[in-house]
């Protein structure tokens, strides 16, 4: 549970309220006027939510105030802890505010006392009871904690169930992207439940990204609520970039921009074009037994015997889609690597060059392909590095986002 008590001055009250009552009572200030003593009414303590309120929602924020006078001390405390939540005293003392995300089904209890300007005091205790979700908030991340990716990679979330569109930037400003150095970025939803956030450019190799997600206590619709926090750390390796041109039937590999292979390749033929634009290294796999049916759903592809059926392992996978096309070895076309396109989509290397490849590659690397006539898009999985950045985020108020730590948040040339 978290923890901290308030209090506000040095005067400690003892309560006689009954537990699970609210209302002033206490101490009664008096007033001489004209010689006339007067009794002044004690301060009235207001707490939302109400006494024996039930069903509270998970992100009700929790307020204490007083019409006159100050509040001398605020207890918030949940059943089956013994540690108090802290909350904010207004500068006027006048008012608090615990604004935590509460846990479901749980009991809590607000003690408060305060000072009249007379010189009257009060003390009031409330209680109240949370909802309990039907459901719990999941979030499933890429890359993983610790992973070590290259310069295009992208942080992709995908929620356990859909978020409504009026809930998707309220979501988004509780998930926090922070890095060393700090970038401009932005969120995309490619689906309800799924959103991309990627950098203007690519991000700048050595850079440490941390993802903090604050969820406790989100309501996603349905019953379905944030109960916990979490955050994932990953570093960007070194600047691997690939760039694959059809009209010449090479792909060319760079490290740090320094060119360390020339390679021959074969890449789609006529009806089986392979994607192109700026693709990224989804993972590899060291053996896939590619299928042309269901694939490509023709009798042909589908009927053992048929002019484009086949179902063959496969070796040195580096996957560049979501779609099926890889980076791989193909040693019964090596005849035409450099010269002929002859694959059924994926880039055909020889197997020394697949293996050379599939060593140097990380997930996030860059691979650019060229001069194929078939543009990578959503629809394929591989968006995220074909939109301008300017049209990337599509999360309304949200906009870019700089990923500087909180303390120096500030835009480039702005004085935060």
Known sequence: ??????????????????????????????????????????????????????????????????????????????????????????????????????????????????????????????????????????????????????????????????????????????????????????????????????????WPSGTKVTVTANLKGFGAGSGIWGLA??????????????????ATHTMQVFNNDKLLATYPVSLGKGGFATIQGTLIVLYKTPVVVMKSCPTFHTPAACIPGGAQYYSDPVYEDTAISTSGYFIHAAPWSVGSQGRADVSHGCINLSNARATQFYNFSIPGDVVQVENTGYNAAYSDGEGDWQLPFAAFSNTAGLGSVWTAPVSTSSLPGQVS
Request: a negative charge; glycine letters at 10%.
């Open 1 to 202: 549970m978290l923890a901290g008590g308030v209090a506000f001055s040095a005067l400690l009250l003892t309560s006689c309220a009954l537990p699970g009552t609210s209302g002033p009572v206490g101490n009664v200030g008096t007033v001489h006027i004209a010689g006339v003593p007067v009794v002044a009414a004690p301060p009235a303590i207001v707490v939302s939510p109400s006494n024996s309120a039930q069903g509270v929602a998970l992100d009700a924020p929790i307020l204490v105030s007083v019409s006159t006078g100050h509040l001398d001390t605020v207890s918030l405390s949940e059943a089956g802890s013994s540690t108090p939540l802290s909350g904010v005293l207004s500068p006027d003392g006048q008012s608090w505010e615990m604004s935590q995300a509460l846990d479901p089904n749980a009991h809590y209890t607000v003690v408060a006392t305060a000072t009249s300007t007379a010189g009257s005091t009060s003390t009031s205790t409330s209680t109240f009871v949370t909802l309990t979700a039907k459901s719990r908030l999941l979030t499933g991340m890429t890359p993983l904690d610790g992973a070590v990716v290259g310069v295009g990679e992208t942080i992709d979330l995908r929620f356990n169930t859909s978020i409504p569109a009026a809930e998707r930037a309220a979501l988004l400003q509780r998930i926090q992207v922070t890095s060393i150095p700090a970038v401009i970025g932005g969120w995309h939803w490619l689906a309800a439940d799924v959103v991309h956030f990627r950098p203007a450019t690519y």
């Open 229 to 246: 926090d979490w955050t994932s750390s990953f570093t960007v390796g070194a600047k691997h970039v690939s760039i694959v041109n059809n």
